[in-house]
């Protein structure tokens, strides 16, 4: 994943690995909606009928959990974390053609 | 009698129009979906297991702890997706077997090659960017859209791979 604050540290673990936690800040979270481009969704309908990878899809939604880890990341460096921890991911289609992703952690200080 | 005849048979070509539109389109596409699907999936299951035979004796696994004897020296959260889909042969057959219910085999293949290929994409990632290793690998399916039940519509499922990937400092201590 290329998340350009690379001054915060990123994991899906309960800590940091080799270093240590020294303050909590608390639950941090980012969420982006995003709608289904109208020509991405014609070829992917087209793509539909013989199956296999949807590529605009794919990069839809990568460019979206990006943008929501980029979001979850602008919160924790607004509370002064360092690094952010335990962070989940989940996504919602809201309806027939948005989806929502969402990324949330716990923002940390390490040393 | 002679303009009788005409018309009829004019009426009979609209019919065979509408049968071809009705039956034969649909009919056509899953033939072209049957073929063209399963040379997909063939070709994609051939690259997946190339790319996982180059990535032999690169360490991903599930802990959420490290082995002790991993001594890191930087790290950072790594992903892979991807949305797949069905073809419209294999939805058609799925949609009936859901009539009756039991195992839908056309959809396990489906799943399979997206969860492989998602970890490829994320351990391919984390080699990329020179790391050493993947611990606390996590899988998450999403449905993206509502398959209507005459296999109309996306059957798209996305396959989102993510863990944290190590730079050793010394590999093994």
Redesign the interface.
Known sequence: ?D?SNSSI??????S???RNIVEFYGVVTGNTVRAKHVGRDIM??L?????????G??EL??DS?NEATDRMVEQAKSMGANAVVN?R?A???IS?GA?ELFAYGTAVRVA | MALRSESHDMEGTVENVNLFFNYGLPLLLLVAAYFIGSFIEKRHFASIRKREDKLHGYPVVSFDTMPDDWQVSSSDMVTGSIVISLDYFKRVIAGLRGLIGGRIKTYEPLLERARREALLRMTESAREQGYDAVFNVRLETSRLANAARDGKGTAGVEMLAFGTAVKFASRFG
């Open positions: 994943m998340v540290v990123i994991s899906n673990t309960e940091i690995p080799g992917a309908g793509k539909n009928i013989v199956g296999g990878e949807l590529r899809y794919t939604l990568q959990r962070v991911f996504t919602s289609s027939q989806a």
